[in-house]
């Protein structure tokens, strides 16, 4: 057995079905231990991941397919033994789990590969297999490792399902079965009818591939949706399709490049539970307003019952007025509830996300319920759920809610249960009871157990703690922005400001708070800003706050070679530092804006003028516009200097006459259209060529230029279309 850990750091070139492969791994190892995990991690959120290497070993004659499994718990456990427990199941040592073990789960997932066809899995030269699996969770990390060898023989193509002959059974009786019964019956049923042998639809496993059922024929199982559509009166669309691009996003379908299906009969269940199931659960008589009574407002606490209410008032709003919010399942799709209407189904999501105020946001919600073709009832929680959770959502604020708020109730003034609240949100000092916040130790606590404090909450503490130097040593080191809000004593005390910059910087960052919001006695210590610039260049940070410093620093020839080394420039230092040459040569070396705060004396030197005008070039040639407008203007006549704007001059011109400008207000640097002999002659050129497509680039570049009110370009621009 290799040693090596999960996740593989370097992986050799893999077939191109690794990427569906390593999804239907995880699929069917996650339905053997999905229920499991639930019923062991109780109220924990968990998840997994499956990764595939491949990996030759000729001094063995092996072909190794090493496949990783990982768990990662969403949160903590209370002592290790809960955690031990959770991994002893996980990696198949609880003997209450023999499914679980490795010589268990590594056949049926070699088996389940095998019996795919995916480019690089049926019919393979794998002879040894490996299952690896990993568990974390908060700061418990468990590595476990197990290995399966096949040996070196070829691997078998799976095919043990049992065909026989098929009762055919008629409409009727079918509607009467289960929905599960009922797909199964009908994949069995459209085998007959296309003369196939017929699975026996007693012995189809819910994670059997239906591809696998249907011999392997591409047509033939992307035609089981046309005709189970059929079977339900509904058009063959596809938006009513499980095979369909526009369903999703879901890991529950993955085609590979040649389009072959590959889908569990458990995923046909249940989809179609969710888009034709609820006939038989909607109410016969139409609903009244009255009956959709709704709480005013939904947070945490009825989230899950009020987002059906919400669902069904919006569908009766839109005259579906028969859908019970106590009778329609989590997997019902939206669009079925909307009696296979797109656009009232479009409707209810939108109005779904209005009411939590997410419609507008810009880049859109964090979430993939609006970018779903069908979304079931289950996402629409879900999304609630989400919105509900973000502390900074406009909703919440807009209701004054927050999970931290909720979770606290009426017990934000018990030790304990603050604690366990603010140690899993990470926040909510806030919320606790005023004598909670003022209480030393309690604080301090829970700032050890890495409770975040924003700017809200340093307003909310007392202002005794913001004087405590054992409270506020803590709240800089974890974010030096607090340094804001503590007392005005503390914010004076140089020997204590040393004690925490130092412990800062072994820690973090200090750009977190800008160098002008610090005490003015401390930017004016030398010692204590030397400190700050070698923190910041050990950090290979940078530093652009020099005309905070004190008057006597901006003299001080030491203080600014460390803010040059900081991407700093000399814009803010006294004569005594912008004449000393030394400096200036740094400075231009650093970058050419420099130029302009040296004294007089040192501009005419020509050792400076030759390094200023070489170091121009070079940026020039890299970045013409970012350079130019800091440039000098007697340097910009300099022959060679003027030679680089006259190029990029002819440039820009000829990618408008050859039409490779897509945006000209974009395309083209800001320096040149704001030049009026260039824009004079790139009108012309759009005239003459008849590049109507830059006009608009044109109008909205003088939008935005100091040219907008030129006459002369002003009266062409008229003329011009």
């Given at each position: ?6 996740p ?11 990427k569906?492969?390593?999804t239907?791994v ?27 290497e ?46 679980l ?9 070699r088996?389940y ?21 990993s ?5 418990n ?32 009786e ?30 189809i ?5 239906v ?11 992307i ?11 509904v058009?063959?669309?596809d ?18 490049e040649?389009?072959?299906?590959v ?17 038989d ?46 009778k ?39 979430t ?48 304990d ?9 990470g926040?909510g000092?806030q ?32 202002d005794?703690?913001?004087d ?14 607090n ?24 820690k973090?960052?200090?750009?977190s ?72 040569l ?11 705060y ?15 005008k ?6 020039l ?40 400008i ?20 790139a ?9 109507d497509?830059?006009?608009d ?13 030129d ?11």
């Open positions: 057995m290799t040693n090596k850990l999960f593989p750091s370097k992986k050799r070139e893999i077939p191109l079905g690794f569906i492969a390593a239907e995880k699929r069917v190892l996650d339905r053997i231990f999905d229920p499991i995990l639930k019923e062991n991690l109780k109220d924990l959120k968990f998840s997994t991941l499956v990764d595939l491949h990996e030759s070993l000729p001094d063995e004659n092996k072909e190794l397919l090493r496949i990783w499994y990982s768990l990662e718990v969403h949160g903590e456990f209370k002592d290790k033994k809960e955690w031990d427990k959770i991994t002893d199941i996980f990696y198949g040592y609880d003997e209450k789990y023999p499914n073990k490795d010589s268990k789960i590594v056949p049926v997932a088996d590969l095998n019996m795919m066809d995916i480019e690089g899995y049926n019919n393979w030269d794998y002879t040894t297999f490996e299952i690896r699996q568990a974390t969770a908060g700061s990390e468990i590595i476990a490792l197990s290995k399966f060898d096949a040996g070196n023989e070829m691997l078998p193509k799976a095919d043990a399902l049992d065909f026989s002959e098929y009762n055919k059974i008629d409409r009727d079918l509607l009467k079965l289960s929905h599960e019964e009922l797909i199964k019956n009908l994949i069995s049923l459209y085998a007959s009818e296309k003369k196939l042998a017929i699975p026996n639809p007693k012995k496993k819910n994670n059997d591939v591809f696998s059922l249907l011999s392997h024929d591409d047509a033939i199982t035609g089981l949706v046309k005709f189970i559509s059929n079977f339900f009166g058009p063959d669309h938006d009513y399709n499980p095979l369909s691009e526009k369903y999703g996003p879901s890991i529950n379908f993955c085609f590979n040649n389009r072959k299906a889908i569990f009969v458990q995923d046909y269940i249940d989809f179609y539970e969710g888009m034709y199931g609820f006939k659960r909607i109410t016969e008589n139409v609903l009244k307003e009255g009956d959709l009574k709704q709480e005013k407002i939904i947070d945490l606490d009825n989230y899950e019952t009020e987002v059906k209410y919400l669902i069904c008032k919006l569908l009766h709003a839109l005259k579906i007025k028969n859908v019970d919010p106590k329609i399942k989590m997997t019902d799709n939206i669009i079925m509830l909307a009696n296979y209407n797109r656009t009232i189904a479009w409707s209810t999501i939108k109005s779904i996300m209005f009411n939590f105020d997410t419609i507008g946001m810009i880049g859109g919600p964090p993939d319920f609006y970018n779903q073709t069908n979304p079931t009832v289950e996402d629409a929680i879900d999304f609630a759920r989400m919105i509900l959770e973000d502390s900074g959502s406009s909703y919440n604020e807009k209701h004054d809610l927050n999970i931290v708020k909720s979770e606290l109730k009426n017990k934000n003034d018990n030790e249960h603050a604690k366990e609240v603010l140690k899993k949100h926040y000092i919320y606790i009871s005023e004598r909670l916040r003022k209480n030393k130790n309690f604080i301090i606590e829970l700032l050890k157990l890495g409770v975040s404090v924003d700017d809200q909450e340093m307003l909310s503490l007392d005794v703690l913001k405590d130097k054992e409270v506020v040593e803590l709240l800089i080191v974890k974010n030096f922005y340094y804001k809000y503590i007392s005005s004593n503390l914010k004076k005390d140089k020997v204590f400001f040393k004690k925490v910059l130092k412990t800062h910087f072994e973090a960052e200090f750009p708070l800008t160098f002008d919001d610090l005490d003015e006695s401390l930017r004016n210590d030398k010692e204590i800003v030397i400190n700050i610039l070698n923190g910041l260049i050990e950090k290979n940070s940078y530093f652009h706050d020099s005309h905070s410093l004190g008057s006597n620093l901006k003299k001080d020839k030491e203080i600014a070679k460390k803010v040059l080394q900081l991407e700093g420039n000399l814009e803010d230092f006294d004569k005594v530092v912008t004449s000393d040459k030394e400096i200036a740094i400075a231009l070396k650093n970058d050419p804006i420099n130029y302009k040296l004294s007089e004396n040192l501009k005419s030197d020509s050792e400076i003028l030759n390094i200023y070489e170091n121009v070039i070079s940026k040639n890299k970045k013409f516009e970012r350079h130019w407008g800091n440039l000098d203007e007697k340097i910009k006549q300099e022959p060679e200097i003027k030679k680089i704007y006259d190029e990029k001059y002819k440039h820009y011109l000829t990618e408008i006459q050859v039409g490779n897509d945006h000209f207000e974009f395309d083209i640097p800001r320096i040149l259209l704001e030049d009026k002999n260039f824009f004079l002659d009108i012309k050129i759009i005239k003459e060529d008849q590049l497509q830059y006009y680039g044109v109008k909205s570049s003088l939008v935005m230029s100091e040219l907008a009110n006459d002369d370009i002003t009266k062409i621009i008229k003329k011009f279309k």
